[in-house]
């Protein structure tokens, strides 16, 4: 009959009897049973395993008859319940069962546990040096704290009033792009935008106002944007590059993500804009950007807005004078309209007092709702990449500046000359085999003589028209066609800028009366230069080293598209300082040979250190771009401190850094280096955006 009965149970973990108690067991005439998950939640309730381990465990039992441990498995019976005979625990007197805990861990697991195990020992050793380094520091930081405490609370309450009014109010915020990579197919350059001048230009005439004008200028970001909102602004300027996105099917504005470029798409506008409690306060938004007249579909037609279109990879001359001549009508309190109608007259002066304006590629105007070069519907990068011909508005131009006796400016006002090379020449100069037949059948057709120039510029001139066939057959098609006309009127000035005003109610904007209450001009006018920057390329371990160095070949590209646009005399100097075998006694020796310069001590070093950079500013040909690889072993001392800041603070402009950081010297470099100057690249992010566009193909 089954009887419970008492037995010695003996627990053994890692060979030593850690548990002795009297336990409970079933007892069949001469054999003795105990259910496995019964003897487990023993086990759990006396600490010996734990709850999670239960499925991971390996119990053997000792077999006091043959003297040797027995695996669970030649004891356990069909319904998971064990089973001993009373010689298997011992004597009859004092039955004993001992069992025996094991873990259940695999070959590779027992590897990766004594990997981990040296690291952490490995860290343990550096953390230690890092400790005693920092105890010797400890006491002449206390001899200094108490000052510096006493100018930290100083600085803190300044820089809290800063804060505060930067939060209460701005009346201008001006939000610009800047990114300098982006993941297109690969890791690419970003496009270059001549932001500076523009934001440059807008700062001259705010302080030329004498008004009280409180202004901010930040990154284009979705978070600065929410918060330009909610400084309740009178003008929204952005400054950014943009284009049609034909996965979406949407258009965009690219703002950025720290240095990575990112798309703000027409939908994300609408609802920031449309939906925010805090546009009550903004009267009128103006974006300067190659795709500005498409999004200005997408503001609240409450709200006034100037656009203008603003090309990228090239400098910008005109926006400059169109803004500057805007904003200040605006500060002199003129309507908007007003405004706007003078900004644009001085922007046709402009236009066409530069040469290199009058050659227009068709990215730049209106095109027919199905035109199949039509930017806004292709892209206008890949649009303008290719140079995709546009005839009508080529053609339609040559003969109404042909008709206007050749005057440099039609009477539409025309934007110029627009030119195409033909990718199908077999002649050079003169392209197809039929070019000659197709103008001399055009030319007929409209009635042009055959000694007339015009007629002689476009059989031998190949400047002012693309002899590819199917631009030859658009504009065999106008030529028979009577709109011309309506046509011509497409091709004006007024597609560079436009004007949105629905209500003429909100076309005083009475600047003057809404910044009356202002004590003094505030403003935040420190932002990334172009040509000085500190760009920190970082990751978690720093492993993936084809990543970081396509990231570092983008971000040199974008700076040779910026020379070649801005200067074709300039050039980049690259110089490459990697301290990877340099500890903090002789890491200042190195930088010194790299740099070129002598010193005979480290404090000599700073000086012929600093003297190094302002003598940069000797070779303005130059655009430096200097690479700092492996700082791990003197990124937290205090000599690489000082260098760092002698770097920002030495000259305005012309040089680059690039840092290659784990994610701690990231984070420590940031708190030394000027919010104005960096961009930080994250590596974890790209490899995010290239495994998302691998997805979508």
């Given at each position: 009959m089954k009887e419970p009965i008492l037995i010695t149970l003996i627990v053994q973990v890692e060979e030593e009897n850690d548990l002795i108690v009297k336990f409970p067991v079933k007892k069949v005439n001469s054999m003795c049973y105990i259910e496995r998950e019964r003897l487990l939640r023993f086990l759990i309730k006396q600490h010996k395993i734990q709850l999670q381990d239960k499925n991971k465990l390996i119990l053997e039992f000792y077999d006091f008859q043959n003297d040797t441990f027995v695996s669970e498995k030649q004891i356990t019976l069909n319904n998971n319940t064990f089973q001993f005979a009373e010689k298997f625990l011992g004597s009859t007197e004092q039955l004993v069962l001992k069992v025996a805990i094991y873990y259940n861990f695999s070959y590779q697991k027992l590897i990766e546990i004594d990997e981990a195990i040296e690291m952490f020992e490995m860290n343990k050793r550096f953390f230690q040096e890092q400790n005693k380094q920092q105890q010797t520091q400890i006491q002449e930081y206390a001899l200094q704290f108490q000052e510096m405490k006493n100018t930290l609370d100083i600085i803190q309450t300044q820089l809290s009033q800063k804060q505060q009014k930067q939060i209460e109010h701005a009346d201008i915020v001006i939000l610009y792009s800047n990114p300098i990579i982006r993941v297109n197919n690969g890791i690419k350059a970003s496009l270059f935008l001549d932001y500076q001048k523009e934001i440059d230009k807008i700062v001259e005439t705010i302080k030329y106002s004498n008004k009280p004008i409180r202004y901010q200028i930040m990154n284009a970001t979705k978070n600065n944007l929410e918060l330009a909102i909610k400084l309740h602004p009178v003008i929204i300027h952005v400054i950014s590059h943009g284009d049609y996105d034909e996965k979406s099917a949407c258009l965009y504005l690219e703002f950025q993500d720290d240095g990575i470029s990112t798309k703000f798409q027409t939908h994300e506008i609408q609802n920031m804009i449309q939906n925010h409690k805090a546009m009550t306060r903004i009267k009128l938004i103006c974006i300067s950007s190659v795709v500005a007249k498409n999004i200005a579909d997408y503001i609240p037609k409450s709200i006034p807005s100037v656009v203008f279109q603003k090309f990228y990879n090239q400098e910008d001359e005109e926006g400059p004078t169109f803004w500057g001549t805007f904003y200040e009508r605006i500060f002199s309190d003129f309507t908007i309209q007003k405004a706007f109608n003078e900004a644009k007259s001085k922007?046709?002066?402009?236009?066409?007092?530069?040469?290199?304006?009058?050659?227009?590629?068709?990215?730049?105007?209106?095109?027919?709702e199905k035109c199949p070069y039509d930017p806004a519907s292709i892209g206008y990068e890949v649009s303008h990449n290719q140079h995709l011909p546009c005839a009508q508005q080529k053609w339609l131009h040559i003969l109404e500046t042909h008709e206007a006796t050749h005057k440099k400016q039609c009477r539409l006002n025309c934007?110029?000359?627009?030119?195409?090379?033909?990718?199908?020449?077999?002649?050079?100069?003169?392209?197809?085999?039929?070019?000659?037949?197709?103008?001399?059948?055009?030319?007929?057709?409209?009635?042009?003589p055959l000694q007339d120039d015009f007629r002689q510029n476009l059989l031998f001139g190949n400047d002012l028209i693309c002899c590819c066939c199917d631009q030859l057959n658009g504009i065999q098609q106008i030529a028979d066609s009577s709109n011309f006309f309506q046509e011509n009127l497409q091709h004006t000035i007024e597609q560079k800028i436009q004007l949105h005003l629905y209500d003429q109610n909100e076309n005083n904007l009475n600047f003057t009366e809404k910044i009356e209450n202002n004590q003094d001009q505030f403003t935040e006018i420190n932002y990334i230069k172009i040509d000085k920057q500190i760009i920190v390329v970082h990751s978690f371990d720093q492993q993936n080293s084809d990543l970081q160095q396509q990231s570092i070949n983008a971000i040199t590209s974008y700076f040779e598209i910026y020379l070649k646009q801005i200067s074709n005399k300039k050039q980049i100097k690259r110089i490459l300082i990697n301290l990877k075998d340099y500890q903090i006694h002789n890491w200042i020796e190195y930088v010194a040979s790299q740099l070129n310069f002598q010193y005979s001590s480290p404090e000599d070093f700073f000086i012929k250190f600093k003297e190094y950079f302002i003598n940069l500013q000797n070779s303005p040909q130059y655009l430096y771009i200097f690479l700092f690889e492996n700082i791990v072993n003197i990124y937290d001392t205090d000599q690489f401190k000082k260098f760092y800041e002698e770097i920002q603070n030495a000259i305005e402009t012309h040089f680059i850094l690039i840092f290659t950081v784990n994610n701690i010297q990231k984070d420590n470099?940031?708190?030394?280096?000027?919010?104005?100057?960096?961009?930080?690249?994250?590596l974890k992010q790209i490899n995010s955006l290239l495994v998302a566009e691998t997805a979508q193909e």
């Open positions: 922007l046709e002066s402009k236009f066409w007092e530069n040469k290199n304006r009058r050659l227009i590629c068709c990215c730049f105007h209106k095109h027919n934007l110029g000359m627009m030119t195409h090379k033909c990718k199908q020449s077999e002649f050079e100069n003169w392209g197809c085999l039929d070019y000659f037949k197709r103008i001399d059948n055009i030319a007929k057709k409209l009635q042009i470099l940031k708190l030394l280096t000027q919010d104005k100057l960096v961009q930080l690249i994250d």
